[in-house]
């Protein structure tokens, strides 16, 4: 457990995993990270693979847990869950778009501070107001991507190999968990076709 995987290769008979150096055998293998991390776990990357999950686009994104309002609307009544900028200026075409959620309202929470959590614009928030801060990886729909969500199945069990991920539906946390349970339903129905005729009486008759 917590350690970094660097390998991982299938075989007709199940997937060797290498972590630290060392390698264990497992019947199979669930990617639950993003698709170009699995593209870089995975020895032998099949075609498929490459061109379904290489098609996923991530961005880097700046995340910062405040208490400056500031950085929401100057109306209050307009004050939302999501919160939504986009500057203008010289560098208006490299300028990422900013959005603050304002948890107080996203998250029902009761308090007298108002807590939010900002994208890209850590330059807009005063530093002694500033709670934690974050860098993560989202991705980006395009085109491309939203076609290679599509074929999905493609990929469905092939090899001992299951994906999972937010990447595949809309990008939110309960879509991560959502393509979970979706591996998991695959890997039941997987299961239920391959186990042993006796096996499958035995289920019928319970």
């Known amino acids: 457990m917590n350690s970094p995987v660097s390998r991982v290769e ?12 060392e390698t264990e055998r497992f019947d199979r293998v669930i990617f ?14 099949s ?11 991530y961005q880097d994104n700046e995340v910062v847990l405040h208490r400056d309002t500031s950085v929401l609307p100057k109306r209050q009544a307009a004050w ?10 010289e560098d208006e075409q ?10 107080n309202i996203l998250q029902h929470i009761e308090s ?3 807590f939010c959590v900002s994208l890209n614009s850590a330059d807009k928030i005063q530093q ?26 493609e990929l469905w069990g092939k090899r001992k190999t299951w994906f999972c991920g937010a990447y595949w539906y809309n990008g939110f946390h ?18 239920s076709q391959t186990a042993p005729v006796a096996e499958t009486l035995a289920r019928g008759a319970a």
């Open 47 to 57: 075609d498929e693979e490459r061109e379904i999950l290489g098609a996923m686009v």
């Open 32 to 45: 639950a990270c993003h698709s170009d991390q699995a593209l870089a776990m995975i020895d032998d990357v």
């Open 10 to 21: 299938r075989h007709d008979n199940g997937v060797s995993v290498t972590s630290n150096g």
């Open 112 to 114: 007298e501070t108002t």
């Open 128 to 153: 002694d107001k500033v709670l934690r801060t974050f860098n993560y990886s989202h991705p980006v729909f395009t085109t491309e991507s939203i076609a290679a969500q599509q074929r999905r199945e």
């Open 94 to 103: 490299q300028r990422l778009p900013t959005l603050t959620y304002n948890m």
């Open 80 to 89: 939302a869950s999501w919160n939504y900028a986009l500057d203008g200026g």
């Open 174 to 191: 309960e879509d991560g968990v959502r393509s979970a349970l979706d591996v998991v339903k695959g890997i039941e129905q997987e299961t």
